[in-house]
């Protein structure tokens, strides 16, 4: 029942849900992209250093247990109130599966696969874009799954510093202990989040190759 | 041709150099096969000249030019690579992975299609059923293959080949040492070959280095080197039957006699000693009559003759019968 009033709810407001849900898309987008565009060439930086993965994956996980709330509060002062800090924070939390991800993705490429390439004459860029990023596509695109759905569910805490949001929906619901208002807010959150490790699970299979079987046999 | 003087490669904190003064000539056109056992640095000299490893002191020369002296990707692409694990890249098609030296070196694309015809066809692949097809498709035997043929791409003068044949099962092997060898003669590649394999060493090489401890013990022709082991080490290298290993490099040919009638069992000229010697074992033969097929009788090859070859080979130094002396 209250399922079907949040549903009325919406279709009566529905520059608010719009809006709202617009709002939560462009933060995790941007957040998304800007992550995944650094996460994922820092990953092929360090990933053949078992030093410098180490380093840089424990930097992004020490940002990441900081609670997302304090981030956004710790931000304000700097970005003001409203979208920057809420990307800002999401941004903390897309970074570490990218990029841990990325690092195994890349460190776990064969190395004899890696031998002959060198072996061939293909430069350090050469071997990253021809070889690397696409045997590591898979465990990448895993990365950035995980992190879309950390993602999605956060920015609905973007509603405390007027980042609006469907976040801003769930806040309301709570303070007028409205649940039809709550469910606006947290069932387009949740399907954005089922449908995000969907589409990216088949995104993940698609570019998966079965590893070769080397030992050989005829 | 390619000439190693005086390189030496260490390792930090290693007891020994890894490669310890190694010299050596390798002229065009011919195969030298570096064996030993493990650790013995054949993998690390072998690596050396298309600079996957430094030495840590001395020369590399191909072709009269110091390797140090090119830069490593463009010396890369000038010589052809084959590991044992082939190394193929999964997520490429057969024909991409045989082009990919090609387009490192940016041939337009009607060229390449044609040349990863031409190179699937030599090394026994039919490209329209094997060209679209992904590496996990195929058989070891068939990804031998395939690495091979992406190592010539290029038309390499020089070919570097880590334990080609490791990963084949034996009956295949055979056949494919055979195939590799005839065009590796057929396009006058200069290769350089690691293997554990004394066999295929003997049966794939011009010279045989044999190194033990980073050091090069000797280096000479299979058969020289079965003849006259210089070494305590060489000889139990090449174990007790050396002198059987001997027969399997000599031809009937080389040391038949003049035609004689006779009812004996026929062997053809090419086929080499160890086997005729099976063959007079079998049959407790006193010879064996020479033809080809069902053409005219060559020659013949009686019991002594056979039984003395090894001994003479040995005391007239190997080319003028020597199998690999005549292509």
Not at chain 1, 15 to 41: D, E, K, N, R
Not at chain 1, 145 to 160: D, E, P, R, W
Not at chain 1, 170 to 197: K, N, Q, T, W
Not at chain 2, 293 to 318: C, E, I, Q
Request: aromatic share 6%; with cysteine.
């Amino acid at each position: 029942m209250e399922l079907f009033e949040a549903f009325h709810w919406a279709i009566d407001h529905p520059v608010m849900f719009w809006t709202a849900l617009y709002q939560h898309m462009m933060m995790c987008l941007v957040s998304l992209g800007v992550g995944a565009a650094s996460a994922i060439p820092l990953g092929f930086l360090v990933a053949h250093s078992r030093r410098a993965s180490f380093v840089a994956i424990n930097i992004a996980g020490a940002f990441r247990s900081i609670p997302s709330l304090a981030i956004l509060a710790a931000a304000v002062p700097f970005l003001g109130i409203g979208f920057w800090p809420s990307v800002l924070a999401l941004f903390v939390l897309a970074v570490p599966p990218i990029l841990l991800n990325t690092v195994v993705g890349v460190a776990e490429v064969d190395s004899t696969i890696t031998d002959a390439a060198t072996g061939m004459g293909m430069s350090r860029v050469q071997m990253a874009l021809r070889i690397e990023l696409p045997l590591a596509l898979g465990p990448i695109i895993s990365g950035v799954k995980i992190a879309t759905i950390q993602v999605i569910g956060g920015a609905a805490l973007a509603s405390f510093v007027g980042g609006g949001g469907l976040g801003d929906f769930i806040s309301a619901g709570i303070a007028l202990m409205d649940m039809p208002r709550l469910l606006v807010g947290a069932v387009p959150i949740a399907i954005m989040a089922i449908a995000a490790e969907i589409g990216f699970s088949q995104l993940e299979r698609h570019v998966s190759h079965a590893p070769v079987k080397l030992a050989g046999e005829e | 041709m390619i000439e190693l003087i005086n390189v030496i490669k260490s390792y930090r904190g290693a007891p020994r150099n890894a490669v310890d003064d190694v010299s050596l000539e390798i002229e065009t056109g011919t195969t030298v096969a570096l064996i030993g056992p493990s650790g013995c640095g054949k993998t690390t000299t072998m690596r050396m000249i298309n600079r996957l490893q430094t030495p840590t002191s001395g020369q590399i020369l191909v072709n009269g030019k110091d390797v140090n002296t090119v830069d490593p990707q463009t010396l890369r692409r000038s010589i052809g690579y084959v590991i044992q694990q082939v190394g193929l890249f999964p997520h490429m098609t057969i024909a991409q992975n045989v082009a990919t030296v090609l387009r490192l070196l940016k041939h337009d694309a009607v060229k390449i299609k044609e040349r990863v015809s031409e190179l699937l066809q030599m090394v026994g692949l039919d490209p329209d059923e094997m060209g679209p097809r992904l590496p996990q498709a195929l058989s070891g035997g068939q990804r031998q293959r395939v690495g091979f043929a992406r190592a010539l791409a290029g038309d390499p003068d020089v070919m570097l080949m880590d334990e080609p044949f490791g990963a084949i099962d034996p009956i295949t092997r055979t056949k494919v040492q055979s195939e590799f060898k005839e065009i590796l003669k057929k396009t006058n590649k200069t290769v350089v070959m690691v293997t554990h394999d004394l066999d295929e060493a003997l049966k794939m090489a011009d010279r045989v280095a044999i190194m033990q401890d980073g050091k090069l013990m000797q280096y000479d022709t299979p058969i020289d080197i079965l003849a006259r082991p210089n070494s305590s080490f060489v000889a139990d290298f090449l174990g007790a039957d050396r002198a059987l290993k001997q027969l399997g490099l000599i031809t009937v040919q080389s040391v038949m006699s003049a035609p004689q009638i006779s009812n004996d069992p026929v062997v053809g000229p090419l086929a080499n000693l160890q086997f005729a010697l099976s063959e007079i074992l079998a049959t407790n033969a006193y010879g064996l009559v020479v033809r080809d097929n069902d053409g005219p009788v060559l020659g013949y090859l009686d019991r002594a003759t056979l039984l003395s070859s090894v001994a003479s080979a040995a005391h007239l130094g190997s080319e003028s019968i020597h199998i690999k002396g005549k292509k």
